[in-house]
């Protein structure tokens, strides 16, 4: 059974600077890609950041600049560092990894339980 613990959400002012954390655990026997999603209050999920496991990245426009996202995979883990963060980024703020748990089975997709980031201004 494959898990994936998201940390790091909390209160900050709008310009501050938070760092979430994503550690998948289990029976892993690769992962693939690892993002971040957002869900806003009355809004769909968003991808918000992703990284490939062959070190490509991607962003929102609505982060670029301000967020990064990292893995180290030796950890099976991704960050994601926000800075310079705007009220709109209010959110709850969701792990997904692609994980193939063992050589022959398919990739499935898994979800962390999410964490809350509250940006006030």
């Known amino acids: 059974q494959v898990q994936l613990v998201e940390s790091g959400g909390g209160l900050v002012q709008a310009g501050g600077s938070l760092r979430l954390s994503c550690a998948a655990s289990?029976?892993?026997?690769?992962?693939?890609?690892m993002d971040w999603y957002r869900q806003a209050p009355g809004k769909q999920r968003e991808l918000v950041a992703g990284?490939?496991?062959?070190?490509?990245?991607n962003y929102a426009d609505s982060v670029k600049g301000r967020f990064t996202i990292s893995r180290n995979d030796a950890k099976n883990t991704v960050y994601l560092q926000m800075n310079s963060l705007k009220p709109e980024d209010t959110a709850v703020f969701y792990c997904?990894?692609?994980?193939?748990?063992?050589?022959?089975?398919?990739?499935?997709?898994?979800w962390g339980q999410g964490t809350q980031v509250t940006v006030s201004s």
């Open positions: 990284s490939a496991s062959g070190g490509g990245t």
């Open positions: 289990g029976n892993i026997f690769s992962i693939y890609a």
């Open positions: 997904n990894a692609r994980i193939r748990v063992r050589w022959n089975t398919g990739v499935v997709d898994y």
